[in-house]
C-alpha cells in the first residue's frame, strides 16, 4: 500500500505514458510466454508423431512399391535422419514460414491452411459474436431480474451442458437439411461464391454452435454479475444516492467483464475442437477436414500445421483478453 | 402508532425457529432431490446394462448377418441391425461397456494427477507450485480435440489410449480445486492444532483435507466423465474411432453414413449419449444443491454481518417468498403509495424506530428473525450507539434504515420514520426504496466497516467522490471536485491532489477509511450510519478516525447511529447507547447509566469483557452532559 504511494502520478500525461509502457512490456512478456507455449507444444507433438514412425513411407508410396522404394521415400522425406536433427530441420523452415508439403498429396501446408482458415474462422467468429452478445444480454438479465428469466437460463445451461455440441449438429441437419430440406445438408462454399451461398452453408453450423454454447456461457455471467452485485462496494454506492442503473452499467459490469471475458475466451478454444466436428458433420471445407484425414493418415507436416494453427489461435485470443481485462482493471495495470 | 401495531410476543414463537431445520444428510437429500433421483436412476441403469452385456445381448457385438442389413426392429434384433446387418441392440449394449469404462479410465488418470499433485502444490507451495501452475496453464489453453487428433495419429485408433491423453488434459481441473481448498484448510486452526500436536503431514491431509476436496472431486468426476463421453463420441463419430470396437461413438459414426437409409440408426447411440451425459451433468448439480442446503443451514445461524446475509439472499431468490404470509405474525401489504401520518408529538426525532422486527423467509415456510421488536430514536446532533456482539442484529437495524438489506430480507413488523416522514410505515413488508432513494447519500449516509472493499477498485477515489455530489447536489464537475478536495483535507488527508487521483489500491486502509467519511459528508446528510468504522484499521489510526467523527458531527450538528461492538469507542463517542442480544433490545440508557450501573446481565457481560472491569473514562464522569441527549448539549463533550 504504501509504496504505491510513490509510483503515484501528478499529471495524466505522465499516468497515460506509464500505463503505455506498462502495457506495452506486458504485452511482449506475454508475446514471449506465447512463444515458449508454441515451441513446447510443437516439440512435443513432433515427438509423439514419432511414435507412428516405420510403416509411413510404405503407406505413401503403396503396397507394391519395392523395398527399395520405400526406403527412397524414408530419405526423401528425411525419415533415416534422427528424430532432433528432423524436429530442428522442420522448426528452422517453419521459422521462416515454410512448414513443408503433405507427405501424401505434396501441397504445401501453408497453402493447404490458408485455404481452409477462412471458412472455419467465418463460422468460429460469428457463433462466437453471436454467443457473446447473447450470453451477455442473458446473463445480466437473470443475475439482475432472477425471477423467470434467471431460471429459464438455468435450466437450458443444464441442458445445453447435456448435450454434445456434435449432437445438436447432428439432429439440426438431419432435421432441417436432410428432413425438411430448409438448408443444404452439404456445403456449397467453393472458390469464387456469392456471400449468400456462405450464408446458407454456415447458419445451420453457426446455429449449432451458438445453440451448444450460449447457455453455459449465460450462466457464468450471471454468476460473474451477482458476484459483483454482492460486493461491498456496491452496497456503499447505493448508500451514496446512485441510481441502480449507473451502479449496473458503470461500475458492475465493468468489474465482472473480466469474468466475462474469460468465460468466452475458454468457449473459443474449445469452440475449436468443436467445429471440427461440425465441419465433418456439414461437410464444410474448413480446417477440420485437413484435420481429420492428416491425423488418420499420420501426414506429419500437415498434422503439424494444424496443431501450430490452433496454439498460434490459442495464444492470440488469451493475449487479447489479458490486455482487455488490464485495461479494465487498474490493479493489473500498476502491477 | 401503537393502535397500528400487531401484537409483537407472540410473534417470537416464530423467532429462532429455523436454527432448528433438521438437517438431512447430503445424501438422504440428494435422493428427495427429483432431478438426482432420475439422474441417479439412469445411471445405475445405464451401468447394470453395462456389466451384463454378455447376458442381455442376444448376439456378439460383430456378428454380422450379411443378409439382413439396415433391417427394421422385428423380435430377433430388436432395434434393427446396421448397414453391416450387425444387431443394435446389442452393440447398444457393449457400447455402454466400452464407454463407460474408457470415460472411468479417463477420470481416474485424471484424479491420479491432479489430485496428488494439488495437495503437493497447496500443502507445500514453493517451487512445485510455481512449476505445476505454469504446466496447467499451458495444459488449459490446448483445445483437446484437436491434441487428441494428433495423439491419435501418433497412438492409432485405441479409445483407451485416447482417454488415458484426455485424462491428462483434463487433470487441471482437479488440480486446481484441491489446491484451493487445500490453501484454504491449511492455515485453518484446527490444521494447526493438529501439527502442534504431532501429526505428521500425510495424516493432516488425510484426515483434513479429504474431508474438504471429497465433494467437489465427485462433482468434477460427474463433469469430467459427461466430458470423456462427448469427446470420445466426437473423435469416434469423426470415423477415427477403432472400428473393431462398439461404442456409441463407433455406432453414430455408422449411423451418420446411413443416415439418408435409416436415421433410426442415429437415434439409439444418441439417446444413450444424451441421456448418460444428462444423467451426469444433472447428478453433479443435484450434488451441489445437496451440500450448498447444509452450508446454509449452518451460516444462517450467525445472520448478522453482511456476508451471511448474502447467503440469505441467495437463498430467498430460490425460495418463495410469499411462504412469509402464512409464518409472519400479521399479514403486511405492500407499501403503499400514500404512507400514513406519523404519530403525533414524534416528528421532532431525527430517525425514530419503532417495534421492527427483520426477517428472512426459509425454505421451510417459516421466518427467520434477526432482529425483533427493537426501538429507539436519534435527534440532531446526538450520537447513539448501537452495542452487541455479531449476530445481534445491529447492523441489519441499521441496514433497515438505510433499505439496504438484502433482497430476501422482510420487514415483519414495526415501523421506521425519518423527520417526521415514515420510510418503512407499519403496514409496509419491505422498505419503500422510492422514499428512500430521495433520502439517501442525501440526508442519510453510510460510512461502512471495511475501507477497502467498500471503494469500487476500478475507479479513482476523485471519481467516487464527485459522482455523488453531481448526482445528489446537482452541481458541475468542476464545483463537485472543488468540494471534494476540500473534503479530503478536512478528514485529514495531507496530499488530498494525489489522494483524489488514485486508485483505491493505491492508499492505505485508514486512507480509504477518511476517504469513506468524507463521502458521508459530503452531501452534508442529517443522520450518518456508521457501521463499525474503525473496526477494520490499526488501534492508532481509531483513535484518529474516531477523532474526526467527533469532530465532524459536532460541527455538523448531525445524528450519528453508530454501529458497534466495542464499549470504548462508545464510551470515547456516544451520547445514549442501545444493547442488542439476539435481535433484541435488552437494554437502554445514557452512557453514563449504562457504563456505571449496568442493569441487564448481558450488558454487563458485555462490559466486563471489554473493559475488562476499568472504570469508565474520567471525560465522560467527569463532563457528560445528562441523558436526554438534546444536540444543544453537545458543547459539554468538547
Known amino acids: 500500500m504504501v509504496e504505491g504511494r510513490n509510483r503515484f502520478s501528478t499529471t495524466s500525461a505522465t499516468e497515460s505514458t506509464l500505463w503505455s509502457t506498462r502495457m506495452f512490456s506486458f504485452i511482449l512478456k506475454r508475446l514471449f510466454s506465447g512463444i515458449v507455449v508454441l515451441l513446447t507444444v510443437s516439440a512435443l507433438t513432433f515427438f509423439l508423431l514419432y511414435f507412428a514412425g516405420g510403416s509411413i513411407a510404405r503407406n505413401i508410396v503403396g503396397d507394391q512399391a519395392s523395398p527399395e522404394q520405400v526406403a527412397a521415400k524414408e530419405v526423401e522425406l528425411g525419415l533415416d535422419q534422427p528424430l532432433i536433427a528432423r524436429f530442428a530441420s522442420w522448426l528452422t523452415s517453419a521459422a521462416t514460414g515454410d512448414l513443408g508439403r503433405s507427405w501424401f498429396t505434396s501441397e504445401p501446408v501453408a497453402q493447404a491452411l490458408s485455404s481452409r482458415i477462412p471458412v472455419t474462422m467465418v463460422m468460429v467468429v460469428t457463433a462466437m459474436l453471436l454467443i457473446g452478445i447473447l450470453a451477455a444480454l442473458l446473463g445480466v438479465a437473470a443475475a439482475v431480474k432472477r425471477g423467470p428469466i434467471d431460471r429459464a437460463v438455468q435450466v437450458s445451461a443444464i441442458i445445453g451442458d447435456s448435450i454434445p455440441g456434435f449432437v445438436i449438429g447432428i439432429v439440426l441437419v438431419t432435421l432441417l437439411a436432410i428432413q425438411l430440406k430448409l438448408f443444404p445438408a452439404t456445403s456449397t462454399i467453393a472458390p469464387g461464391v456469392g456471400v449468400d451461398a456462405w450464408i446458407l452453408s454456415l447458419a445451420l453450423p453457426v446455429l449449432a454452435l451458438v445453440l451448444n454454447g450460449v447457455a453455459g456461457g449465460a450462466q457464468q455471467i450471471r454468476s460473474a454479475v451477482i458476484k459483483q452485485l454482492e460486493r461491498d462496494y456496491v452496497r456503499t454506492l447505493r448508500s451514496r444516492g446512485i441510481s441502480e442503473n449507473e451502479i449496473l452499467f458503470k461500475h458492475v459490469l465493468r468489474s465482472a467483464a473480466p469474468a466475462g471475458l474469460t468465460v468466452l475466451s475458454l468457449q473459443l478454444i474449445g469452440m475449436l475442437g468443436g467445429v471440427v466436428i461440425i465441419e465433418a458433420i456439414f461437410a464444410l471445407p474448413g480446417i477440420g477436414p485437413l484435420a481429420v484425414s492428416s491425423t488418420s493418415q499420420g501426414d506429419l507436416p500437415v498434422v503439424m500445421g494444424v496443431v501450430i494453427y490452433t496454439v498460434a489461435v490459442v495464444i492470440v485470443v488469451n493475449l487479447v483478453v489479458d490486455v482487455i481485462n488490464g485495461w479494465l482493471n487498474p490493479k493489473v495495470r500498476v502491477s | 402508532m401503537s393502535s397500528s401495531m400487531a401484537p409483537l410476543t407472540p410473534s417470537s414463537a416464530s423467532f429462532g425457529q429455523s436454527g432448528t431445520v433438521v438437517r438431512s444428510s447430503p445424501f438422504r437429500r440428494l435422493l428427495k432431490n427429483p432431478m438426482g433421483l432420475i439422474a441417479l436412476t439412469v445411471l445405475i441403469v445405464m451401468v447394470l446394462l453395462a456389466v451384463f452385456a454378455p447376458l442381455l445381448a442376444p448376439f456378439d457385438e460383430n456378428f454380422a448377418n450379411i443378409s439382413n442389413t439396415l433391417a427394421s426392429p422385428d423380435s430377433t434384433n430388436i432395434l434393427g441391425t446396421d448397414s453391416a446387418g450387425r444387431d443394435v441392440w446389442s452393440r447398444l449394449l457393449y457400447g455402454a461397456q466400452l464407454t463407460l469404462l474408457s470415460a472411468l479410465l479417463c477420470a481416474a488418470v485424471a484424479i491420479a494427477i491432479g489430485l496428488p499433485s494439488g495437495l503437493i502444490a497447496g500443502y507445500y507451495g514453493g517451487a512445485f507450485d510455481a512449476t505445476s501452475n505454469w504446466v496447467v496453464s499451458i495444459l488449459m489453453s490446448l483445445p483437446g480435440l ?31 480445486l484441491t489446491r484451493s481448498a487445500v490453501q484454504s484448510v491449511r492455515n485453518e486452526l484446527y490444521v494447526d492444532a493438529a501439527r502442534v500436536a504431532g501429526l505428521s503431514d500425510s495424516a493432516i491431509i488425510g484426515r483434513h483435507v479429504f474431508s474438504v476436496v471429497r465433494a467437489p472431486i465427485i462433482i468434477q468426476t460427474a463433469a469430467v466423465c459427461g466430458i470423456a463421453i462427448a469427446v470420445q463420441s466426437g473423435l469416434e463419430f469423426l470415423g477415427l474411432g477403432d472400428p473393431s470396437k462398439a461404442t456409441w461413438g463407433v455406432m453414430l459414426n455408422e449411423g451418420f453414413k446411413n443416415v439418408y437409409l435409416n436415421s433410426q440408426l442415429l437415434l439409439w447411440p444418441a439417446l444413450a449419449i444424451g441421456l448418460t451425459i444428462g444423467a451426469l451433468v444433472l447428478l453433479g448439480n443435484a450434488v451441489r444443491d445437496a451440500l450448498e442446503d447444509s452450508d446454509q443451514v449452518r451460516e444462517v445461524k450467525a445472520l448478522d454481518d453482511a456476508e451471511s446475509a448474502n447467503t440469505a439472499a441467495a437463498m430467498g431468490a430460490t425460495s418463495g417468498v410469499g411462504d412469509l404470509h402464512h409464518a409472519a405474525p400479521k399479514p403486511r401489504t405492500r407499501a403503499s403509495k400514500e404512507p400514513p401520518q406519523v404519530e403525533e408529538g414524534t416528528e421532532h426525532h431525527l430517525i425514530k424506530v419503532s417495534h421492527l422486527g427483520v426477517g428472512y423467509p426459509q425454505p421451510d415456510g417459516t421466518v427467520k428473525r434477526v432482529v425483533d421488536d427493537v426501538s429507539f430514536h436519534v435527534d440532531r446532533g446526538e450520537i447513539l450507539g448501537i452495542v452487541g456482539e455479531s449476530g445481534s442484529g445491529k447492523s441489519q437495524t441499521a441496514f433497515s434504515i438505510l433499505g439496504l438489506l438484502p433482497e430476501s430480507a422482510r420487514i415483519v413488523a414495526g415501523s421506521i420514520q425519518f423527520d417526521g416522514s415514515y420510510t418503512v410505515a407499519p403496514s409496509d413488508d419491505l422498505v419503500d426504496q422510492r422514499r428512500l432513494a430521495s433520502l439517501r447519500g442525501k440526508r442519510i449516509s453510510y460510512i461502512p466497516q471495511e475501507p477497502m472493499s467498500n471503494l469500487d477498485p476500478a475507479f479513482t477515489v476523485g471519481y467516487q467522490l464527485v459522482t455523488p455530489m453531481i448526482r445528489v447536489l446537482g452541481i458541475s464537475k468542476a464545483e463537485a471536485k472543488e468540494r471534494a478536495l476540500k473534503l479530503l483535507a478536512d478528514v485529514g488527508i495531507p496530499h488530498p491532489e494525489r489522494t483524489f487521483a488514485a486508485y483505491p489500491h493505491e492508499i492505505s486502509g485508514g486512507m480509504a477509511q477518511r476517504v469513506l467519511i468524507a463521502g458521508a459528508i459530503s452531501c452534508e446528510p442529517d443522520l450518518i450510519i456508521a457501521d463499525e468504522p474503525t473496526t477494520a484499521l490499526d488501534v492508532t489510526v481509531q483513535a484518529e478516525v474516531l477523532d474526526l467523527l467527533r469532530e465532524l458531527q459536532s460541527r455538523l450538528n448531525i445524528g450519528v447511529i453508530l454501529v458497534t461492538h466495542n464499549f470504548g ?45 476499568k472504570e469508565p473514562m474520567t471525560m465522560l464522569t467527569a463532563q457528560t452532559a445528562p441523558a436526554s441527549g438534546r444536540g444543544d448539549q453537545k458543547e459539554g463533550l468538547r
Not at chain 2, 158 to 175: E, N, Q, T
Not at chain 2, 578 to 600: A, C, K, Y
Open chain 2, 146 to 176: 484437436i491434441v487428441l487428433l494428433a495423439i491419435r495419429a501418433a497412438f492409432g485408433p485405441s479409445v483407451w489410449i485416447a482417454m488415458l491423453f484426455f485424462g491428462i488434459l483434463i487433470s487441471p481441473g482437479y488440480f486446481r
Open chain 2, 569 to 613: 469507542v462508545v464510551a470515547d463517542l456516544c451520547d445514549r447507547v442501545v444493547v442488542m442480544q439476539n435481535g433484541r433490545l435488552v437494554e437502554e440508557g445514557t452512557v453514563r447509566e449504562i457504563l456505571r450501573t449496568p442493569e441487564h446481565p448481558y450488558t454487563r457481560t458485555l462490559l466486563a469483557s471489554m473493559l475488562e472491569g
